[in-house]
């Protein structure tokens, strides 16, 4: 065999003289067609032929095989070692050309089950026909004893017939819908007879038993007086019917005033004060769920004070020196509860006496003579708390020098 080099393995290109060497070995070194006849061919595939061999041929003198009775196709046996056929044609030999019955004779059975039961056998040779006599019982239901036009059927089932017609006592419907549209059913047929509900139309002269009967629309005329128990008012009158239910002149009023209310003082729980009468000028406390207490006014000045556990009515203590000066030292210039030396624009004005108020509108902090005033205004309602001053002494004639402490009370 030539031999050929390949760049794989020389690892690097080939050189022209390597090409050429490698397509002359190829030309040199292959088979000639002489070489290779069908008859060659063949000759060296029987040297394999066999089982184990891996040939497969598709087909055997150009037919397919089959176990399956096929036209034209080899017969081969299935997985089972069986194969199908229709007529096969052979040659008998042996006693199969001559036999007139079977060497040995045999026994056919014959055994019924179910409606009909019985047994009977008989010995075949195939010489002849074999006669089986048995006796049979059969079982037959009581409609088998029935006339065609008076049949019963009391249990089991019908299946597969044509739909009963209305005229012979059927719904002529395979289906619950069209027998109720057959039958001039309402959607009522559907409702259970303890939860109906009519929702149009009117019933006349029914009376009804049902425990649960709602009806949202139409009317109802005619029927007997619906009893509280099922209910009705047991009435067919208005006033009948408050009567029936226990109700009182109260129930036909639109509003409720004074003269319609006698009853017992409404309770707390209730919404209601558990009292008839709120004592004049007293404050009113809560008591939980029992009746409103009261606090009296008591001495004039006193004032409402907690003693930890309710309101009472006590005389409020003196504030001490020390708490005033404290409040005084800690509050702005102008603020309410401060004083302050003001004077009045207008010297008098109605503002003479100690205890008159004035506007702070009215006023201004008193500063040297000659400054402008407009520039310290304070804010507020003040009361007067001395006499005013006149301080013509001071050289001042315009007479609007007039100063005097004030409080500021808002």
Known sequence: MATI?????????LTITEMDDNFSNLNNDKLDSTSYTASDVLTKIKTVDGTGSGLDADLLDGLNTASTNTASTVVTRDSSGNFAA?????????????ASSLATARTLSVTLTGDATGSGSASFDGSGNA?????????????????SNSVSITGGSITGITD????DGGTGSSTASGARTNLGLGNIATQNQNAIAITGGSISGTSLTSSSVNFTGGSITGITDLAVADGGTGASNASDARTNLGLGSLATLSNINDSNWSGTDLSVANGGTGTSSLTANNVIL??????????????????LTSNGTTWVSSTPAAPSTANVLSATASASVGAVGTYAFLRPRNLGGGVTSPGSTIAASSLYYHQAPGTDFNSYKPSGTWRL????TDEFTLGDTSGWNGAAVFLRIS
Do not use: C, D
């Open 164 to 167: 009963l017609a209305v005229a």
């Open 86 to 98: 229709g007529t096969i044609t052979a040659a008998l030999s042996g006693n199969a050309t001559t």
């Open 286 to 303: 809560g008591n939980g769920t029992s009746a409103v207490q009261f606090v009296a006014p008591s001495t004039s000045g006193n004032i």
């Open 131 to 147: 006669n089986i006599s048995f006796s049979t019982s059969v079982t037959l239901g009581t409609i088998a004893t029935q006339n």
């Open 5 to 13: 080099t390949l760049r794989s393995v020389k690892g690097s290109p």
């Open 385 to 388: 708390m001395g006499a005013l």
